[in-house]
């Protein structure tokens, strides 16, 4: 194994690495909060890399991207006004705007530099960044969430780095009460929660605060990302009303939104959590 | 990344590789079949390694048994004569002899040495070698699917290595022709069956030769194992009836079998296909 043909990201806490091959390095910058790094890949397409670890690759973000969007979107009985958090990518902005009734989505990204790369390298993400509904605004997620009126988003989305460096303030009670003041009446909350195979110890404190922010319902969504540490991953869903109850099931089955992971019975199957996280929660 | 602290399984045909911390090399040997090594590693436990391929871990291995096992015999009316080809490492036999109804298991595994080790490495797995109702053959899958009774095992469960080298000819019509002719009635075979990620070219017509052998039904299982290529598998389900009408539901749901990853609920969510693979179907 040529060291120099392939990126390799370690993940310390659950002893192991996931490597790509690469053809080369196509950009190498450090913004004034991380270093963003964008790689050609032998199989996976275009990787960006931020502070080292992997953000997303061409290849397989489509699942991350619609599990992060679409279960979210389908359990508000109308999601018109949305937020994200992070996603500078863009990737998840695509997914909520798939969606006919949403009006207005604004996305709060602290650093700029990933979505201008995202526009450069991953252009196929930002087919939908000049639609008239999208509105950018590159700034800090939790001040944003502090100073925001109340009762007027349908969905916050969570889609940022993990719970270290600039993103470790978007996973605390503090941010979650925040963003249920914001939430209207059925608003929905999701975040990304890391692998429950070697993050337990993010799921569980994640849920806990949620529910202690005061937020009716909380369910946790399973997905396979090949390319995150241990290749499973989760994200969490939080309702002020229960989930299944404002769940559009119908919607989620006649859509014709054009996906290539969710369906409506692969929304279902997401929420099955596996019998240790049922005892890991007790 | 010091390389003499890691085993790096590196997946040609995904363009990527996996990678676990050991702490030393416990075995190393070269059988009548095959290279088997075993290591300690920091996060994963024991790791069985055959011909450089991740076989499996102390940590991780409980999900790929759980699915090999428990969906095809809560799929069949009265499970009673089971035969396990490969499976040397125990894994699947110990999850198959947790249901009281199996009256016997032959288990069909090439190569004794991995059976021995296991009970050396693996002692967790094997704890129900000397179940009376357990038999070992050592010898060939394939051979004896050929010249086995017909009409007589209830499940067939295919746990081998890939569809290279001793295990090829497991991967082919004529074997699961045989498998059907050994099956009775509602019999039920399971066979691993790749990355949906990176093996469609195996599990697509893999699908195709069971349905040609005669099965009515044939259904894929996907679930999470990050020790393997991209972290997410299957195993493939093919019934001599339709699998929907055989399946023990409340079986499954009242069960006193103790898992970490099955569950009634979970059977569904796994028999649940994402968007892009009904697609590579059509």
Redesign the interface.
């Known amino acids: 194994?040529d060291?120099s043909q392939?990126f390799?990201e370690?993940c310390e806490?659950?002893?192991?690495?996931?490597?790509?091959?690469i053809r080369e390095k196509l950009h190498d910058e450090q913004t004034a909060f991380q270093r963003i790094e964008i790689y050609a890949?032998?199989?996976?397409g275009n990787l960006m890399v931020i502070d080292g670890f992997v953000m997303l690759t061409a290849r397989?973000n489509f699942?991350y991207h619609e599990m992060m969007a679409h279960p979210a979107l389908f359990s508000h009985p109308s999601p018109e006004n949305v937020v994200i958090i992070g996603g500078g990518d863009c990737g998840t902005l695509r997914e909520v705007l798939k969606h006919a009734r949403v009006t207005h989505v604004l996305q709060v990204e602290i650093d700029e530099r990933v979505t201008r790369l995202a526009e450069e390298f991953f252009p196929e993400l930002c087919v939908s960044n000049n639609d008239t509904r999208a509105e950018f605004f590159f700034g800090d997620g939790i001040r944003w969430m502090q100073t925001a009126d109340p009762g007027n988003v349908d969905v916050i989305l969570v889609d940022s780095t993990d719970p270290i460096g600039p993103a470790e303030g978007l996973y605390t009670e503090a941010f979650y009460a925040n963003c249920h003041r914001v939430l209207g009446d059925s608003g929905v909350l999701v975040q990304q929660s890391e692998s429950p195979?070697f993050h337990m110890d993010i799921i569980n404190p994640m849920r806990k605060q949620m529910q202690a922010a005061g937020f009716a319902d909380v369910q946790t969504l399973?997905f396979?990302?090949?390319s995150y540490p241990?290749?499973?991953w989760t994200a969490t869903l939080a309702g002020k009303q229960p989930l299944s109850e404002t769940y559009r099931e119908q919607d989620a089955v006649h859509t014709h939104i054009k996906?290539?992971?969710?369906?409506a019975?692969?929304h279902?199957?997401?929420l099955?959590?596996?019998?240790?996280f049922h005892k890991a929660l007790e």
């Not at 806490?13 to 091959?21: D, L």
């Not at 890949?41 to 996976?44: D, G, L, P």
């Not at 996906?259 to 369906?263: G, Q």
């Open positions: 194994m060291r392939w390799t370690i806490e659950g002893g192991s690495a996931f490597s790509m091959k890949t032998e199989w996976f397989d699942i195979l399973f396979p990302q090949p241990s290749g499973w996906t290539s992971y969710y369906n019975a692969v279902q199957a997401a099955t959590a596996p019998e240790f």
